[in-house]
């Protein structure tokens, strides 16, 4: 039963909010406050961005990146390089590789990650869509894959790399390591194994 | 400059929420990312909570309780100590005296506490509707002012104690002391200088 204090109108927003991801009941019930701090035009503006982002973003046939365009930005600019095609899980991986405006190439977003555990098997994830582009883009000499060093990113990491095996494609893994600043004493074992094994000569 | 992963209507959606209180900028790209995830009838039932809050809560007209009735479901409910006003910052601070379900008195609402630090003076909370209701409502006889233990809420609290002692009514402020199941170990020295203030006889 709710409680004599209760707001509807508020309650329903609050359950909105807990739909997104990574929100529980107290901040859901902050936010929907915050809400009413709003003015009635910033608020309008709010659910018109909600309507207006799901309705227009959408997968670049190209790479899957999330777009409002037709082809993403990336895929759609003449001056990347072609021939390099970067694989990250998400679009959030491909905009913190982006930030760094370091690499040149292109990308191809997978959505996902394969987790048996989650029942998250290669078809729920856009392995398909790659393999199509790239038996039909002669042009790509390298796939980058860059999926998190995770359990399911180095899972994921190798079935591409299998699969692209036979089309005679370079495939690379981008390095792990001790991170720029940080201090060896805090590294786990494993990353301190994989920095030796990945260790350059000056 | 926007980087050339960015997709505008994703930006101007984590903009949105990031205008809400508390929520930074990485939050409100993530927050952003997750309605991407909701359907698009789940987005716009979420788009249409956002507006209808905004446009049907409003302040009761004697409590000053965020409401979406024409008067909140306290100050309507005949069976409420009409004799008794608890005085509270914020409606959540009512709705967790709500939860507890043993005040059975009415509210009123500041909104605010005052705060010249932030520039809250008191004619910017509702202290003025207070003394109106107390003003035309003979029916009164305590007053429990029930503001946080902040230097702002005592500061309210002594403020508007000053304001009400001329009017005959009974003015009194919630206990300060060890929480329930609390340690006096872990107590501040203020705290546990209340509570031996406060002490009360078996």
């Given at each position: 039963m709710a409680s004599a204090g209760s707001i509807a109108a508020l309650d329903l927003l609050a359950e909105k909010f807990g739909r997104l991801g990574g929100i529980g009941k107290r901040t859901a019930m902050r936010l929907a406050f915050s809400v009413l701090d709003l003015s009635e035009e910033e608020a309008e503006a709010f659910a018109e961005a909600i309507v207006g982002?799901?309705?227009t973003i959408h997968c670049c046939p190209v790479c899957q990146n999330l777009t409002d365009r037709e082809v993403c930005p990336v895929c759609s600019d003449p001056t990347r390089d072609k021939s390099t095609v970067c694989v990250v899980q998400d679009t959030?991986?491909?905009?913190?590789i982006e930030k760094v405006r370091e690499y040149n190439g292109t990308y191809h977003v997978l959505h996902g990650l394969i987790s048996p555990m989650q029942g998250i098997t290669p078809d729920r994830i856009k392995i398909k869509e790659l393999?199509?582009?790239l038996a039909g883009d002669s042009e790509v000499r390298e796939v980058?894959?860059?999926?998190?060093?995770?359990a399911e990113g180095e899972a994921t990491a190798m079935y591409i790399s299998k699969l692209l095996k036979p089309c005679g494609i370079k495939v690379t893994r981008i390095a792990n390591g001790i991170p720029v600043g940080g201090e060896l004493e805090y590294a786990d074992q494993y990353t301190l194994q994989r920095a030796f094994e990945g260790r350059r000569e000056f």
């Amino acid at each position: 039963m709710a409680s004599a204090g209760s707001i509807a109108a508020l309650d329903l927003l609050a359950e909105k909010f807990g739909r997104l991801g990574g929100i529980g009941k107290r901040t859901a019930m902050r936010l929907a406050f915050s809400v009413l701090d709003l003015s009635e035009e910033e608020a309008e503006a709010f659910a018109e961005a909600i309507v207006g982002a799901k309705k227009t973003i959408h997968c670049c046939p190209v790479c899957q990146n999330l777009t409002d365009r037709e082809v993403c930005p990336v895929c759609s600019d003449p001056t990347r390089d072609k021939s390099t095609v970067c694989v990250v899980q998400d679009t959030k991986s491909l905009l913190a590789i982006e930030k760094v405006r370091e690499y040149n190439g292109t990308y191809h977003v997978l959505h996902g990650l394969i987790s048996p555990m989650q029942g998250i098997t290669p078809d729920r994830i856009k392995i398909k869509e790659l393999i199509t582009r790239l038996a039909g883009d002669s042009e790509v000499r390298e796939v980058i894959i860059a999926t998190n060093p995770t359990a399911e990113g180095e899972a994921t990491a190798m079935y591409i790399s299998k699969l692209l095996k036979p089309c005679g494609i370079k495939v690379t893994r981008i390095a792990n390591g001790i991170p720029v600043g940080g201090e060896l004493e805090y590294a786990d074992q494993y990353t301190l194994q994989r920095a030796f094994e990945g260790r350059r000569e000056f």
